[in-house]
T-cell receptor, first 112, second 115 residues
Framework: EAQVTQNPRYLITVTGKKLTVTCSQNMNHEYMSWYRQDPGLGLRQIYYSMNVEVTDKGDVPEGYKVSRKEKRNFPLILESPSPNQTSLYFC???????????FGSGTRLTVV | AQTVTQSQPEMSVQEAETVTLSCTYDTSENNYYLFWYKQPPSRQMILVIRQEAYKQQNATENRFSVNFQKAAKSFSLKISDSQLGDTAMYFCAFMKLSGTYKYIFGTGTRLKVLA
């Protein structure tokens, strides 16, 4: 089944403890993105990648890191999480520039 | 910079009736795509429909159709014969066909279908 797989689905962590949210797609898509969803703000792009080793900042990149060493994987790293990073996170991929995104099932992150 | 506005935070509709969700956007671009995504309580984001700006014909996908008014920068979603499974948050999104091909999402409309 063609899909974007995110893990974990839920995560509660403490301030300052490094964490990684994994994202993997099995569709050979070039484009991948990370979004965060907050009430009243819609989805905002954190980082995106147009291909292996090509990543760039989105609208809200502060406090996050990404890497794209393989086409299928695009992990999101929070080096020192803070409570304002409590949010619902989505990874998404698409085959090319003019296509719609396929989204993962989301990661609900709570930082206390 | 592009912006996307969904002015209806919440709406409700009776089962089997028709409802229209509004979306307006601001851009100086001429070539772009517009999308509607559905997010049911399961929180999975699902692509509902896509419209290319260069096409005058409105996109249709089963019970879902759009009213695309390019001059007015309006992109509304019509859901016909509403079903309980249509209960969801709906997001409008804009993507320009240049540069980074970035999506801009609206803030969403929460739709509840009543039995």
């Amino acid at each position: 089944e063609a899909q974007v797989t995110q893990n974990p689905r839920y995560l509660i962590t403490v301030t300052g403890k490094k964490l990684t949210v994994t994202c993997s797609q099995n569709m050979n898509h070039e484009y991948m993105s990370w979004y965060r969803q907050d009430p009243g703000l819609g989805l905002r792009q954190i980082y995106y990648s147009m291909n292996v080793e090509v990543t760039d900042k989105g609208d809200v990149p502060e406090g996050y890191k990404v890497s794209r060493k393989e086409k299928r994987n695009f992990p999101l790293i929070l080096e020192s999480p803070s409570p304002n990073q409590t949010s619902l996170y989505f990874c998404a991929s698409r085959p090319g520039q003019v296509y719609g995104y396929t989204f993962g099932s989301g990661t609900r992150l709570t930082v206390v | 910079a592009q912006t996307v506005t969904q002015s209806q935070p919440e709406m409700s509709v009776q089962e089997a009736e028709t409802v229209t969700l509004s979306c307006t956007y601001d851009t100086s671009e001429n070539n772009y795509y517009l999308f509607w995504y559905k997010q049911p309580p399961s929180r999975q984001m699902i692509l509902v429909i896509r419209q290319e700006a260069y096409k005058q014909q409105n996109a249709t996908e089963n019970r879902f159709s759009v009213n695309f008014q390019k001059a007015a920068k309006s992109f509304s979603l019509k859901i016909s014969d509403s079903q309980l499974g249509d209960t969801a948050m709906y997001f409008c999104a804009f993507m320009k066909l240049s540069g980074t091909y970035k999506y801009i999402f609206g803030t969403g409309t929460r739709l509840k279908v009543l039995a």
